[in-house]
């Protein structure tokens, strides 16, 4: 990691934001239901070790990754934490899933046949979850291969079955049609299948209602700060803060254009703040003369193209004191959260959470318990 | 980095492509003029190492970072390349620049101040380049104060100049009128200075001829395949190849949605192919329901939204032998190159490249260096 004299910016993540947005969300669950921790892609961004490690401090103990060797990653950093993975089985990787004491998410017939052939060769029922797809058409069974579980019991022997599970599409638009027929599909396919356990919200599905809830909600977003209910003001705590240092300032007298393309023009006495933030460090380009910085409260613009390894934004508006070489620009902050960064990019909270880049200097607060190798 | 078997997808890095295209632009260059090899940004999401390294195979003896710890690193691999740091110094960083033979790009009077206060601290003169600032308002010195070193010549005194260097805003654009203008700006600040190298053209400015290539050329997105003259055929060799594995096939015979938000609709008999890919490796949400991939000179549309860790693809149009688990898709490929990809996400190549994720199996082929350290 750079060190904070190297970086162009300062990226703070607030492990005790996070565990309070997690409280928060298992406070909402219906009484039966347990709350997991999705930490895939590096933890949102945020660094899965550290997350995860908070996470199980605050009392989780169900983690959900996408791919195996984020899994194997976390299984090294939290040996006791029941750990599912997304993906599920690669061909050939039973032995590793088993090993590890990782649950593969298995999505289709071809991967229930090779853990059930995998545990039957072993002698031992390993446990595993079983995907339904209720209208992904990603990942899980459809119902034509629930039918076939259901007419033959057979391949679900020699399987520990921890959970039926699906997933939702539209979770976040609660009036949209396709939640109630997620769920619809869902409990006819449960109705179909042997007992086992539940897991169905995200989430924005946990705020769905109990119906939604089930034996275990697995939020990812909302606890890295995303508002879980786009419609309503964000109920979650802010868990990133990204600072830009203002690198250079320039004093702009004549008119002049800003930045590749030259899209913007400066007509008038401007200051221009030069940040080394740009996309290569995920800050996206699609933030071109659209997002913003805040420095005490006031609106900074992003003025011209972001480059690859700087942006400029117009600080005309701001005292010279507050704008000056070395002065903190709040790129991700209290005035404009990863909700609103986002819509300013025209995407959603999580790529930008997911594109957070590796030549930030990190700093975490609010931790209480160290982190395992 | 994920085993092969355990990664969604494979990155191959083409070495011998990356160092033919420096050769290109090399001798498209006039005579005088030498050819450096930017790499920073992880040399455009390549890994600066390798690339660097078989760029100096090659014959590049000059180098260009964005940050100092980039070229820290770069300095490891390369012990005896010329190192150049375009965001330049930060407070109290000289001292590393002069340990580690770094060139500092001075980009305004502070920094000159400093610097030159640093080498007569050391009694020696230390080598830096003078960034001018002639229409990207980001970084540079503004003409009034490259009027304040013409008129004071104390402020470049014990400074070795190595360049005098601007960079150019629309050089991609070869009627844009900025190029002459900036072409004017830099010549005029030339005649005020005092002797030294010059260096102005990046990769398209070596295609607008022989009076914008000065002593040193500066090329990045071209060495990596992207186009440096978009309105043309592109000149370059393709240096990057990304293959995601089918992860699973969804046969979808019944009316149903395909991803988050439920965007795209199937009606008909389909087949869906999932693909462990997703914006957390860099593949731009952008790319919903837009982007493609190819299966044997088959275009296969991305269907629905691009999600975090998958994509899905319409891959009714393969064969069944070619669209099945553990089939090949080029995501980025002869059919469908970098810029291709791009334009598919409203951005440009470099963002595409320097997004490339950490997520997916890395081989390099057609080097014949070794990487040290």
């Given at each position: 990691?750079?060190?904070?004299?190297?970086?162009?910016?300062?990226?703070?993540?607030?492990?005790?934001?996070?565990?309070?947005?997690?409280?928060?969300?298992?406070?909402?669950?219906?009484?039966?239901?347990?709350?997991?921790?999705?930490?895939?892609?590096?933890?949102?961004?945020?660094?899965?070790?550290?997350?995860?490690?908070?996470?199980?401090?605050?009392?989780?103990?169900?983690?959900?990754?996408?791919?195996?060797?984020?899994?194997?990653?976390?299984?090294?950093?939290?040996?006791?934490?029941?750990?599912?993975?997304?993906?599920?089985?690669?061909?050939?990787?039973?032995?590793?899933?088993?090993?590890?004491?990782?649950?593969?998410?298995?999505n289709d017939l071809?991967?229930?046949?090779?853990?059930?052939?995998?545990?039957?060769?072993?002698?031992?029922?390993?446990?595993?979850?079983i995907h339904i797809d209720?209208?992904?058409?990603?990942?899980g069974l459809p119902?034509?291969e629930v039918?076939?579980l259901?007419?033959?019991?057979?391949?679900?022997?020699?399987?520990?079955?921890?959970?039926?599970?699906?997933?939702?599409?539209?979770?976040?638009?609660?009036?949209?049609?396709?939640?109630?027929?997620?769920?619809?599909?869902?409990?006819?396919?449960?109705?179909?299948?042997?007992?086992?356990?539940?897991?169905?919200?995200?989430?924005?599905?946990?705020?769905?209602?109990?119906?939604?809830?089930?034996?275990?909600?697995?939020?990812?977003?909302?606890?890295?700060?995303?508002?879980?209910?786009?419609?309503?003001?964000?109920?979650?705590?802010?868990?990133?803060?990204?600072?830009?240092?203002?690198?250079?300032?320039?004093?702009?007298?004549?008119?002049?254009?800003?930045?590749?393309?030259?899209?913007?023009?400066?007509?008038?006495?401007?200051?221009?703040?030069?940040?080394?933030?740009?996309?290569?460090?995920?800050?996206?380009?699609?933030?071109?003369?659209?997002?913003?910085?805040?420095?005490?409260?006031?609106?900074?613009?992003?003025?011209?193209?972001?480059?690859?390894?700087?942006?400029?934004?117009?600080?005309?508006?701001?005292?010279?004191?507050?704008?000056?070489?070395?002065?903190?620009?709040?790129?991700?902050?209290?005035?404009?959260?990863?909700?609103?960064?986002?819509?300013?990019?025209?995407?959603?909270?999580?790529?930008?959470?997911?594109?957070?880049?590796?030549?930030?200097?990190?700093?975490?607060?609010?931790?209480?318990?160290?982190?395992?190798?």
């Open positions: 990691m750079p060190k904070l004299e190297h970086s162009g910016a300062i990226l703070t993540i607030d492990l005790a934001a996070l565990c309070a947005n997690w409280r928060l969300l298992r406070d909402r669950l219906d009484g039966r239901a347990e709350c997991a921790g999705v930490v895939k892609a590096d933890g949102y961004g945020l660094g899965a070790k550290k997350v995860a490690t908070a996470l199980y401090g605050a009392g989780c103990r169900v983690f959900f990754v996408a791919h195996l060797d984020e899994a194997l990653s976390l299984r090294a950093t939290l040996p006791e934490a029941e750990i599912h993975v997304l993906n599920g089985l690669m061909p050939g990787s039973a032995p590793e899933f088993a090993e590890n004491r990782l649950v593969p998410v298995l071809v991967a229930i046949e090779a853990w059930r052939d995998f545990c039957t060769a072993q002698n031992q029922a390993y446990p595993a979850d209720t209208g992904m058409a990603r990942l119902p034509s039918a076939v259901a007419d033959q019991p057979h391949w679900l022997e020699g399987i520990s079955v921890v959970n039926f599970m699906s997933h939702l599409a539209c979770a976040d638009e609660p009036d949209h049609p396709l939640n109630g027929e997620q769920l619809a599909h869902f409990r006819a396919a449960l109705a179909m299948l042997p007992e086992g356990g539940r897991s169905f919200a995200n989430s924005s599905g946990i705020f769905l209602g109990a119906d939604y809830h089930f034996d275990l909600a697995r939020p990812g977003i909302a606890l890295y700060g995303g508002n879980p209910t786009p419609a309503q003001p964000n109920p979650m705590a802010q868990v990133v803060r990204l600072q830009g240092k203002i690198h250079q300032v320039r004093n702009v007298d004549t008119p002049w254009t800003v930045g590749y393309g030259a899209t913007h023009n400066v007509t008038g006495p401007t200051r221009i703040a030069t940040i080394a933030v740009g996309y290569a460090d995920g800050f996206l380009r699609s933030l071109s003369n659209s997002g913003c910085g805040y420095i005490g409260g006031v609106r900074v613009p992003i003025v011209g193209r972001v480059s690859m390894d700087l942006i400029t934004l117009d600080v005309s508006s701001v005292p010279h004191s507050q704008s000056a070489p070395g002065c903190l620009v709040d790129l991700i902050g209290p005035n404009n959260p990863v909700d609103d960064v986002a819509e300013a990019a025209g995407t959603i909270g999580y790529e930008i959470l997911t594109g957070l880049g590796g030549r930030y200097h990190r700093v975490y607060v609010g931790g209480t318990t160290s982190v395992r190798a």
